[in-house]
Structure formats: structure tokens, C-alpha cells
Nanobody, 119 residues
Framework: QVQLVESGGGLVQAGGSLRLSCVAS????????MAWFRQAPGKEREFVAA????????YYGDSVKGRFTISRDNAKNKVYLQMRSLKPEDTAVYYC????????????WGQGTQVTVSS
């Protein structure tokens, strides 16, 4: 069982930046793909980014390519999502996920952290 806890969400103006963090209860070098998904009110959960356990492979949703960067620090059991050039349409609850494959989610979810981008 892996427990995930996100942090770093908040309110930011359009064009600003935020960095989300997710700490895992199990070592992130347990070969889990780590990922971020998001869900806006009234919309389905959307893939944002994923990273392989080595960090050598990363995947991004089309809407965030070039603006968001996913990274991980296995020594700290953490995965990060650096978000730049934020837009109002990035407003959502962001969820950390573990155990998936590329853009597909795995079994383990965090509780989510709210990101709100004002125009």
C-alpha cells in the first residue's frame, strides 16, 4: 500500500507559477511510475504528467506541454510538478498518482490539492 500526500496548491494569477509536491509513504524507487492528474468541476479527470521510476521517461498532456515539468527525487520519496505560465483553464484539483503506466493511472491516489488561477 502506498500513501500519497500532495502540497503546494493555492491561488495564483494567470501567467504565474506554482510547484506541487507529492510525498510517498513507500520509496519512490520501488519502480512506480508517478503521475499527476487533475479534475476541474464538472469535468472528467485529466492526465497531466507522468515520470518513470528512473526519471528517464516523462509524459505530458497536450494542454500542459512546454509549461509544466515533472520530476522526482527518489531519495526524498517525492515527485514534483513545476507549473509555469498558468492559465485560468489550469484551475482544478491536482492529484498525485502511483503505479500506473505512461498516461494511464495506477491504483494509488493522494487526496488532491486545489490550484486556482485567476484571470
Amino acid at each position: 500500500q502506498v500513501q500519497l500526500v500532495e502540497s503546494g496548491g493555492g491561488l495564483v494569477q494567470a501567467g504565474g507559477s506554482l510547484r506541487l509536491s507529492c510525498v510517498a509513504s513507500a520509496p519512490t524507487d520501488s519502480r512506480y511510475v508517478m503521475a499527476w492528474f487533475r479534475q476541474a468541476p464538472g469535468k472528467e479527470r485529466e492526465f497531466v504528467a507522468a515520470i518513470s521510476w528512473t526519471g528517464a521517461s516523462t509524459y505530458y498532456g497536450d494542454s500542459v506541454k512546454g509549461r509544466f515539468t515533472i520530476s522526482r527525487d527518489n531519495a526524498k520519496n517525492k515527485v514534483y510538478l513545476q507549473m509555469r505560465s498558468l492559465k485560468p483553464e489550469d484551475t482544478a484539483v491536482y492529484y498525485c498518482n502511483a503505479g500506473g503506466l505512461a498516461t494511464m493511472w495506477g491504483d494509488y491516489w493522494g487526496q488532491g490539492t486545489q490550484v486556482t488561477v485567476s484571470s
